[in-house]
Antibody, heavy 122, light 110 residues
Framework: QVQLVESGGGVVQPGRSLRLSCAAS????????MHWVRQAPGKGLEWVAV????????YYADSVKGRFTISRDNSENTLYLQMNSLRAEDTAVYYC???????????????WGQGTLVTVSS | QSALTQPPSASGTPGQRVTISCSGS????????VYWHQQLPGTAPKLFIY???QRPSGVPDRFSGSKSGTSASLAISGLRSEDEADYYC???????????FGGGTKLTVL
C-alpha cells in the first residue's frame, strides 16, 4: 500500500535552516509529482510547493519563495524540503502528498503522509 | 485571507443534506478543477473529491461535488456523525502559479 513518511521536523531558532524528508513506498515514486502542504497550529491548510515527477519544474507559494527549496531523489524514493531563513510563521505540521502521474489523468493530493511538526522559536 | 472563500462553519442533523460552498475567481475555480479534502481531528487530510465531482474509491456516494463558474460546492446527503470534520476546497491558480486552499469549513453534526 502507498506510504508517505515525513521526518526531519523539530524545534529550530528563527533564521536557521531545516531539511524535511518524505520517504515514499508502495507506488512508482518516479512517475508522480509531489507536494508539500503545511498547517499551522489550529489553522487551515496552506500549499507550500510542488515538484514534477522528474524534478524538471517546481512551483512555490509566495510565502516561501526564495527561502524554501523542494527537491527529490528518485533513486531513493524520497522527497525533500530545504527550509532556510525560518520564521515564526513557518511553524506548522508539514505534510507531503502525491501529485499527478506523468502521462496519466490522475488526481493531485491522492495520498498524504502523517506530517512532521516544525516549530520555529527562540 | 485565502484565495478561496469557504464558510467557517456548517451544521446539520443526522440524515440531513448539507452543502459547503467554495468561492474563487476566474484564475482558479473558473479555469481549473476543484478538489475537496476531509480532515478528521488530529489526522492528515484525505482526498474526497477531485476534478470537481469525482470520488476516489472508498469515499461514500453520499458525498458529491459540483462547480459553476467561479464557485464550487460539496454536498453531503444522509448526514452521519462520522462526517463531522473540517472540509477544505482547493484549486490551481494561474495568477499565483500555485495551488490555493480555502480556509476550511468545520462541519458539526448536531
Amino acid at each position: 500500500q502507498v506510504q508517505l513518511v515525513e521526518s526531519g521536523g523539530g524545534v529550530v531558532q528563527p533564521g536557521r535552516s531545516l531539511r524535511l524528508s518524505c520517504a515514499a513506498s508502495g507506488f512508482t515514486f518516479s512517475t508522480y509529482g509531489m507536494h508539500w502542504v503545511r498547517q499551522a497550529p489550529g489553522k487551515g491548510l496552506e500549499w507550500v510547493a510542488v515538484i514534477l515527477y522528474d524534478g524538471s519544474n517546481k512551483y512555490y507559494a509566495d510565502s516561501v519563495k526564495g527561502r524554501f527549496t523542494i527537491s527529490r531523489d528518485n533513486s531513493e524514493n524520497t522527497l525533500y524540503l530545504q527550509m532556510n531563513s525560518l520564521r515564526a510563521e513557518d511553524t506548522a505540521v508539514y505534510y507531503c502528498a502525491t501529485g499527478t502521474i506523468f502521462g496519466v489523468v490522475s488526481p493531485d493530493f491522492e495520498y498524504w503522509g502523517q506530517g512532521t511538526l516544525v516549530t520555529v522559536s527562540s | 485571507q485565502s484565495a478561496l472563500t469557504q464558510p467557517p462553519s456548517a451544521s446539520g442533523t443526522p440524515g440531513q443534506r448539507v452543502t459547503i460552498s467554495c468561492s474563487g475567481s476566474n484564475s482558479n475555480i473558473g479555469s481549473h478543477y476543484v478538489y475537496w479534502h476531509q480532515q478528521l481531528p488530529g489526522t492528515a487530510p484525505k482526498l474526497f473529491i477531485y476534478r470537481n465531482n469525482q470520488r476516489p474509491s472508498g469515499v461514500p456516494d453520499r458525498f458529491s461535488g459540483s462547480k459553476s463558474g467561479t464557485s464550487a460546492s460539496l454536498a453531503i446527503s444522509g448526514l452521519r456523525s462520522e462526517d463531522e470534520a473540517d472540509y477544505y476546497c482547493a484549486a490551481w491558480d494561474d495568477s499565483l502559479s500555485g495551488w490555493v486552499f480555502g480556509g476550511g469549513t468545520k462541519l458539526t453534526v448536531l
